[in-house]
């Protein structure tokens, strides 16, 4: 299994559209959850972390569940400003390095 | 906000040059990283930082890399001998703790030819 990994993508959907990334990450000692968005050729930047309980913020909710070693992000009605790349990222056992998935691209369309 | 800035934005340099990025991490952050983004590939981690030494690096990270910091604000990550592979977007990143998020600053696009 790949250390993380994400929905090939990419995802097209119309304005107000509820969309759906999932991810799976394979250290198990891993401790540290965090979606990231990245617009064309700029840095990532943190969306929003991820706790064991799941979190929401505004329209994004993210969910994840430590025995399948499984994390999702929830958009609700997207907007044309949530296009973008979205990457998953994940802590190694040490917290020292973080490692990303290859990210998928969504396109909210008018 | 505070934030991580880098310089250049984009250098070119010629196969087999040096070259020496630069990052000025957030003030009161103790841990800094590089990550590099070849175009259209993922996000790689190349070195974490810590206390003045190496905390983690990837395989990435041969002996053609080094970083340093020289003084207490600079972060920079040297080539020393580029290749053409060496082409890709350079982020600088910091973090107040290991289990924080990391900001990353603004890249420096690197072009070897």
């Known amino acids: 299994r790949k250390e993380v990994e994400q929905d090939p993508g990419p995802f097209n959907v119309p304005e107000g559209a509820t969309v759906a990334f999932n991810c799976t990450y394979s250290n198990s000692a891993s401790q540290s959850f965090f979606w990231y968005r990245q617009d064309c050729r700029k840095e990532p930047k943190l969306l929003m972390s991820?706790?064991?309980s799941g979190n929401e913020d505004g329209r994004f909710t993210a969910q994840l569940n430590r025995a399948s070693q499984y994390i999702s992000l929830l958009i609700r009605d997207s907007k044309l400003s949530d296009s973008a790349t979205y990457l998953c990222v994940v802590s190694g056992g040490s917290n020292y390095k973080l490692t990303f998935g290859k990210g998928t691209l969504l396109t909210v369309n008018p | 906000e505070p934030e991580v800035t880098q310089t250049p934005s984009h250098q070119v340099t010629q196969m087999g040059q040096e070259v020496i990025l630069r990052c000025v991490p957030i003030?009161?952050?103790?841990?800094f990283y590089w990550y590099r983004q070849i175009l259209g590939q993922k996000v790689e981690f190349l070195v974490s930082f810590y206390n003045n030494e190496i905390s983690e690096k990837s395989e990435i990270f041969d002996d053609q890399f080094s970083v340093e910091r020289p003084d207490g604000s600079n972060f920079t990550l040297k080539i020393r001998s580029t290749k053409l592979e060496d082409s890709a977007m350079y982020f600088c990143?910091?973090?107040?703790?290991?289990?924080?998020?990391?900001?990353f600053g603004n890249g420096t696009r690197l072009t070897v030819t």
């Open positions: 003030s009161n952050h103790l841990y």
């Open positions: 990143a910091s973090s107040g703790d290991p289990n924080s998020p990391l900001h």
């Open positions: 991820v706790y064991s």
